[in-house]
């Protein structure tokens, strides 16, 4: 097992690295402090996922591209939080609705320290985001974790706490491809529900049966059979864009390919699914194009209505989200 980190840039006076863990049979991770960013996934030397051209890239616009995107990865309607009889006002950077944290931890530089041993190598970064950032009340302390073992497993652990009640649903943000395009994978979802969407991205219908629609992954299927479908959510947002409640079997989700298989378990009540339907080969991200990779976002499912229960965090309550990718 070897860890190692090369810095390849500045941003705010903080010191930009890029982080490599290796295990013994070659498997590469590649990590930036920047965002506590997922950047690449190397399996015989093939990459698992979408990535940029250079380390460089990530902090030049925004791109969500392995990022760690909080304190809410996501919509939140009218930018509105409703607790009791107070509402919280959070930026609109999405029409009427708040997306993504505002400026969100996928933006900031976070300090990282690293540990190597016969079984696993291991990144720890650390960010402490202050009360009143993006409008969300609490000084808040997050904790992630990545760690690679021999039989090929990437683990991600998202701990956080805050000294003030808040808000709190963030997720890696990885685009999986497995060396194709997503269109070229074949999903299975441990879902026997899934949210429809509006225009603005956000649920308006409550939970509906995958049954008999496009979005019955749970025996999995070729993506590109509910690409290709003339289903009116699909056209809506142009490809898949819907969180997927999880039905507590594990795994959640597998991904495969012609040549390899992504096995994922995680204690999220859900999976947001979204095939980089917006990419068109512009931009900094010019090397990546629609349907090019697939998320997998564990998280709790957006809210239809501004009262957030499910993500409200108590003074000092302690949040902990696992994520386990096994790569073969």
């Known amino acids: 097992m070897k860890t190692s980190f090369i810095k390849y840039g500045v941003k705010d006076g903080q010191d930009l690295c890029e982080i490599s863990l290796e295990n013994d049979h070659g498997m590469k991770v590649k990590l930036l402090n920047y965002g506590a960013t997922l950047e690449k996934v190397l399996l015989n030397s093939e990459n698992m996922i979408l990535s940029l051209n250079s380390p460089e890239d990530y902090s030049k616009e925004r791109n969500f591209l392995g990022g760690t995107v909080g304190r809410i990865c996501g919509r939140v309607r009218l930018g509105q939080w409703k607790h009791g009889n107070h509402i919280y ?6 029409g009427e609705n708040h997306i993504h944290g505002g400026i969100g931890t996928d933006m900031k530089v976070w300090n990282f320290k690293l540990k190597n041993s016969d079984q696993e190598s291991q990144a720890d970064l650390f960010l402490f985001d202050s009360d009143g950032d993006n409008g969300y009340p609490g000084n808040m302390k997050l904790h992630v974790t990545y760690k690679l073992d021999n ?11 805050s000294d003030q009640l808040t808000i709190f649903n963030p997720a890696n943000h990885t685009y999986f491809n497995l060396g194709e395009k997503a269109t070229d994978l074949n999903l299975q979802l441990a879902a026997d529900y899934y949210l429809p969407v509006g225009k603005d991205g956000l649920p308006n219908q409550g939970m509906q049966s995958v049954e008999n629609t496009v979005f019955d992954f749970r025996q999995g299927k070729k993506i590109a059979e509910t690409l290709g479908s003339d289903d009116s959510q699909i056209k809506l947002r142009n490809g898949l864009d819907h969180p997927f409640i999880l039905n507590g079997m ?3 989700a597998i991904l495969t390919s012609d040549k390899h298989k992504m096995v994922m378990t995680t204690n999220a009540p859900a999976i947001v699914t979204y095939t980089a339907n ?3 080969h512009t931009g900094i991200a010019n090397n990546i194009g629609q349907y090019d990779g697939i998320t997998l976002e564990a998280q709790c499912p957006p809210a239809e209505g501004i009262n957030l229960g ?12 696992k994520i386990n990718w096994n790569f073969s």
């Open 89 to 94: 006002q959070l930026p609109k950077n999405d």
């Open 151 to 161: 039989k090929n497993n990437v683990s991600y652990k998202l701990e956080a706490v």
């Open 250 to 252: 594990q795994p959640a």
């Open 278 to 280: 917006h990419f068109n």
């Open 310 to 321: 499910e993500i409200t965090l108590l003074p000092y309550e302690e949040f902990e989200r």
